[in-house]
């Protein structure tokens, strides 16, 4: 299908598929197959979806570290045993050097390639570090009527590079990457309610308002992702994303570093109700 397929980006699982475990398994295996690269927005809308962070044992402390101490980007939801590619906490059969539907890897600070497999990389010190995604939050803002542009135009949403510091761990530092959604006020107010229930998938907002406070110059050229259109009734509003670690190993430089594609994330088995605090 090389990326088109009757799954579609924006719709809702009962749309697609039987059951939504039906969607998880049609979802991976399309995506394992090579079927599906897209990004992952709006599949298996009631599940977890992950970023993805790929290290040498070597740099895995110094990550680990850094994720503790900065949640709000990358709030862990599992990491792997070195050398150990299955990650069972998050579904019986997840493969991580095949399940993400387009990976960026990394050779000392640069971008090398885009495949949509990495098991000709995979090495036996390999860590993988699965971190929370705010896709996950989609289905509780959709069920509050909290209207998502990019879901209903079937895009990716926007990511934008930012001039807030993260706090550093050995050779990890850097700026903190945001994900943005336009809403009016009203709809504002209630994400902030609502996403404030799931800090393992960034939480509340971290912005609202005056992208140029926190660095962004720009809003039609996003660093990341797909444009969206701000209507004059609307606020961006602006959550801490998981592609920060991508800024970081720009900066980190380490021998190697595996990460997903923005917005091309891993599906797994874990619903996201499990993430709610209430």
Same mark, same amino acid.
């Given at each position: 299908?090389?990326?088109?397929?009757?799954?579609?980006?924006?719709?809702?699982?009962?749309?697609?598929?039987?059951?939504?475990?039906?969607?998880?398994?049609?979802?991976?295996?399309?995506?394992?197959?090579?079927?599906?690269?897209?990004?992952?927005?709006?599949? $298996?809308?009631?599940?977890?979806?992950?970023?993805?962070?790929?290290?040498?044992?070597?740099?895995?402390?110094?990550?680990?570290?850094?994720?503790?101490?900065?949640?709000?980007?990358?709030?862990?939801?599992?990491? #792997?045993?070195?050398?150990?590619?299955?990650?069972?906490?998050?579904?019986?059969?997840?493969?991580?050097?095949?399940?993400?539907?387009?990976?960026?890897?990394?050779?000392?600070?640069?971008?090398?390639?885009?495949?949509?497999?990495?098991?000709?990389?995979?090495?036996?010190?390999?860590?993988?570090?699965?971190?929370?995604?705010?896709?996950?939050?989609?289905?509780?803002?959709?069920?509050?009527?909290?209207?998502?542009?990019?879901? $209903?135009?079937?895009?990716?949403?926007?990511?934008?590079?930012?001039? +807030?510091?993260?706090?550093?761990?050995?050779?990890? @530092?850097?700026?903190?990457?945001? #994900?943005?959604?336009?809403?009016?006020?009203?709809?504002?107010?209630?994400?902030?309610?609502?996403?404030?229930?799931?800090?393992?998938?960034?939480?509340?907002?971290?912005?609202?308002?005056?992208?140029?406070?926190?660095?962004?110059?720009?809003?039609?050229?996003?660093? $990341?992702?797909?444009?969206?259109?701000?209507?004059?009734?609307?606020?961006?509003?602006?959550?801490?994303?998981?592609?920060?670690?991508? #800024?970081?190993?720009?900066?980190?430089?380490?021998? +190697?570093?595996?990460? @997903? $594609?923005?917005?091309?994330?891993?599906?797994?088995?874990?619903?996201?109700?499990?993430?709610?605090?209430?």
């Amino acid at each position: 299908m090389n990326g088109e397929s009757e799954l579609k980006p924006g719709s809702t699982p009962s749309a697609t598929f039987k059951t939504p475990s039906a969607a998880v398994a049609e979802a991976r295996a399309a995506i394992r197959s090579g079927a599906w690269t897209s990004h992952t927005s709006g599949l $298996a809308r009631d599940h977890v979806q992950g970023n993805v962070v790929i290290l040498p044992r070597a740099d895995a402390d110094d990550f680990l570290r850094y994720c503790q101490r900065n949640p709000k980007p990358c709030p862990l939801l599992a990491v #792997s045993e070195p050398g150990e590619p299955m990650l069972s906490a998050l579904g019986a059969d997840i493969d991580i050097r095949s399940d993400v539907p387009r990976y960026r890897v990394f050779r000392d600070g640069e971008l090398a390639e885009e495949p949509t497999d990495v098991r000709h990389l995979w090495r036996e010190d390999m860590v993988a570090f699965v971190l929370g995604c705010s896709f996950s939050f989609e289905e509780a803002l959709a069920e509050a009527g909290v209207p998502l542009r990019y879901l $209903a135009e079937g895009k990716n949403v926007a990511m934008y590079l930012t001039n +807030i510091q993260t706090e550093p761990a050995g050779p990890f @530092h850097g700026p903190m990457v945001v #994900s943005m959604r336009p809403l009016t006020p009203a709809n504002a107010i209630l994400a902030i309610q609502i996403t404030s229930r799931f800090p393992k998938v960034h939480g509340a907002p971290v912005h609202i308002g005056k992208p140029e406070l926190i660095g962004i110059e720009n809003l039609d050229s996003p660093w $990341a992702g797909d444009r969206v259109e701000l209507r004059q009734d609307e606020l961006p509003v602006f959550w801490a994303c998981g592609v920060t670690p991508q #800024s970081v190993v720009l900066q980190a430089k380490p021998q +190697i570093c595996i990460t @997903h $594609a923005p917005g091309h994330m891993l599906v797994t088995d874990r619903r996201n109700a499990e993430l709610s605090l209430l």
